[in-house]
């Protein structure tokens, strides 16, 4: 059946871990009969978590997605994950929606990862609707609770309902914007609320306002189209009531769903095409736009590309253009999704969310159609182990199934180190990792052996450096030779190579190649022949050799402009191999020479403690080598520290953040930038690898 675009609402469930997301959803879909069955977390029978790690850990690992219909709309739900450590799940998710519904635990509060995604939905440029879970909990202070969700996500944060009673004596919830004449036993009057809370919403439309203050109420219908224009413009957040345990307060949040969740046209979306930014228009008549936010490889090798239509129809059999790839791709079977659940569809339009199975040009991030969509803005992943299969012979096996992990989440990294001959796999924290060994174990049958976490440490240089290699070797026959002249200069990260390669640096400029990863400059200047051109490439290649394997402490170069001014070569003895052999020895000569150094990721960390906590984790901090940038209150007794630290001073803060506040401490942490390391861990870390390489 042909949906109406403005009838689909598509709404992220994001939260801290264990404030009831998972359980919310489940409940909505039995509560609007989508499901006929009575799913339970702790029973293992959630339609959301249906993987064996998230039925064993009880609580989500991946996004989910479910789907239901309720007063003409189609609801379209992504149920996410709460922990820090599966912020990439949450992040691809809201990329697919116009609505995060954010749950905060009554008990609980508000926890660090409850203001990740509340950012995170804000720089998506999302509607917000705060949940209040778990009202049957003992101990609640609701009252404070409410102040604090005010005055951390802003006095926009208006009550639509409020609970009467609260714990095992909570019965229901009432409006605060159609009061009913029984207002017996609510925790607050909603009749007090009731005017404030018009006032804020009406605000939102001038004409309104103006009849509003000439003392004309809003209808009901005005009130409520005045809703969804007040949450469109982000003047006001709906903060609603509920217990999933006794179903108080579920019919009205489906009420407040369909009224202020945003339909697809709710926000504005653009792409590039051809260089030119384009706005999309949600219809499906328009052509074809859509992006693969998640990607699912089940145990039957089943490749699952969850995708969001922006614009346009999509059909299944079809050919359509994909990012990256020349030739169209055509699309395999179509799926409407249902939890781990799917059924065949024949087409989907602009405003809906489908999976599309077995095709493998498919990768998230992709787009569909003749724009490029804006990539999603995953977090980089830090904390890194050198995996091994415990079985020999298992090497293929699980360079297999690690390259499935890689697919399904982007925040994790696959490097295969060239110098050691290991597979280092990069997540987002110890739990992360854990968890994917579980998987690898589960799913793909093969266990591994871990060595500990590395630090993704840079070389780099400080100052310039000018140096050769000559390379002669004569065993009979044709011989080799090669020598290569060096000057290396330090390429500061953002520069532009077009600009740093000036022809006022390099009057003899030939030829630049940059290379973004290792953020390295190839500058080629030599005149008069002294290098035919032919063996450029192979100095070039050499080079990044090098670049790969590190020079001091064997870790990655980066920010290192080489510039090849002069050299020899030999009619006859002269090859591609012994030009690079040369500008290996030669880069490694000269790089030594030129202040080398190592660089060291820092992180930012969000740290929430209790008030009381703050001047521990302050002295923690200055023992890691870590500086505070700022604090936040948090509310309810709470403060956020912001921070910076090296990431190999926290590579373990979990447990001390944990043994430091009682288990009251929660953090995220994100990549910043990398700092130079100070002499002393600098000569530490070199002797380390000294000893790791003399011992290979």
């Not at 207002?183 to 919403?201: F, K, S, V």
């Not at 569909?368 to 803005?377: F, K, N, R, W």
């Not at 000559?470 to 532009?496: C, D, I, N, T």
């Not at 901090?621 to 090296?646: F, I, K, N, Y």
Request: proline share 5%.
């Amino acid at each position: 059946m042909a949906r109406n675009v403005e009838d689909f609402r598509n709404i992220a469930v994001c939260g801290h871990g264990s404030s009831g997301k998972t359980t919310l959803v489940d409940h909505l879909l039995v509560k609007t009969g989508a499901v006929t069955s009575h799913p339970s977390v702790d029973q293992g029978t959630s339609i959301c978590d249906f993987d064996e790690e998230e039925k064993h850990h009880k609580h989500s690992i991946e996004a989910a997605i479910v789907h239901f219909d309720h007063a003409g709309k189609r609801f379209n739900l992504i149920d996410t994950p709460g922990y820090p450590d599966f912020i990439g799940q949450t992040i691809g998710a809201l990329r697919a929606v116009e609505t995060a519904l954010i749950t905060i635990d009554a008990h609980a509060g508000i926890k660090v990862n409850t203001r990740r995604v509340w950012r995170e939905a804000g720089r998506a440029g999302l509607a917000r609707i705060l949940c209040i879970t778990k009202l049957d909990a003992d101990n609640v202070d609701f009252p404070g609770l409410i102040d604090a969700i005010r005055e951390v996500f802003g006095k926009q944060c208006v009550l639509f309902n409020v609970p009467v009673g609260l714990g095992h004596e909570l019965k229901g919830v009432l409006s605060t914007l159609d009061v009913p004449k029984d207002t017996a036993g609510a925790l607050i009057d909603p009749a007090a609320l009731n005017e404030a809370a018009i006032e804020t919403i009406v605000e939102a439309d001038e004409a309104a306002m103006e009849k509003y203050l000439e003392g004309e109420m809003p209808s009901k219908a005005d009130l409520e189209r005045l809703c969804g224009l007040a949450v469109r413009q982000g003047s006001v957040t709906p903060v609603v009531c509920i217990s999933t345990k006794t179903g108080a307060g579920i019919d009205e949040l489906l009420a407040v769903l369909v009224q202020a969740a945003l339909p697809p046209t709710g926000i504005v979306r653009t792409a590039d095409k051809e260089g030119d930014a384009v706005t999309l228009k949600c219809d499906p008549a328009a052509p074809l736009a859509a992006q693969v936010f998640k990607t699912r490889i089940d145990p039957f090798v089943q490749r699952l590309s969850y995708i969001r239509i922006f614009s346009g129809t999509i059909k299944k059999d079809s050919t359509v253009h994909v990012s990256k790839v020349r030739k169209g791709v055509k699309i395999g079977p179509l799926l409407s999704v249902q939890g781990e659940k799917t059924q065949a569809i024949e087409e989907a339009t602009a405003g809906d969310i489908v999976a599309i199975s077995k095709t493998e040009d498919l990768h998230t991030g992709t787009t569909l159609g003749e724009v490029e969509l804006p990539a999603i803005p995953f977090p980089t992943p830090m904390v890194g182990l050198a995996v091994a299969p415990k079985t020999r012979g298992d090497e293929t096996k699980l360079s297999g199934a690690l390259h499935k992990i890689t697919e399904e989440d982007l925040t994790v990294h696959l490097e295969h180190d060239q110098e050691t001959k290991e597979m280092v796999l990069t997540g987002m924290s110890e739990l992360h990792l854990q968890l994917l060994r579980e998987r690898l174990k589960r799913r793909d049958k093969v266990e591994v052996e871990t060595h500990e976490p590395k630090i993704p440490y840079r070389e780099t240089i400080q100052s310039d450096g000018d140096g050769s290699y000559r390379h002669k070797k004569q065993s009979g026959g044709s011989g080799q030779f090669g020598e290569v002249h060096l000057r290396m200069y330090p390429f500061p990260e953002g520069a532009k190579p077009e600009e740093f390669a000036s022809k006022e640096r390099f009057p003899h400029l030939k030829n630049i190649h940059h290379h973004p990863k290792h953020n390295f400059l190839f500058v080629d200047t030599v005149v008069g022949g002294t290098i035919p051109g032919n063996f450029m490439p192979a100095i070039e290649k050499g080079c990044l050799e090098k670049i790969a394997s590190g020079v001091v402490a064997g870790y990655p170069v980066q920010n290192v402009c080489v510039e090849v001014h002069f050299g020899k070569d030999h009619p006859v003895d002269s090859n591609e191999t012994a030009f690079r052999i040369a500008a290996r020895q030669a880069f490694s000569t000269v790089f030594r020479e030129a202040r080398p150094s190592l660089l060291e990721p820092i992180v930012k960390l969000a740290i929430t403690v209790p008030v009381d906590k703050v001047g521990d984790v302050s002295s923690d901090l200055s023992g890691r080598r870590g500086q505070m940038v700022g604090m936040d209150s948090a509310g309810g007794g709470m403060t956020t520290v912001e921070a910076t630290c090296p990431l190999a001073e926290v590579m373990t803060y979990a447990r001390t953040l944990s043994s430091m506040t009682g288990g009251q401490g929660s953090y995220t942490m994100d990549f910043s930038h990398y700092d130079v390391v100070p002499p002393n861990v600098q000569q530490q870390i070199i002797a380390k690898a000294k000893i790791k390489e003399e011992e290979e």
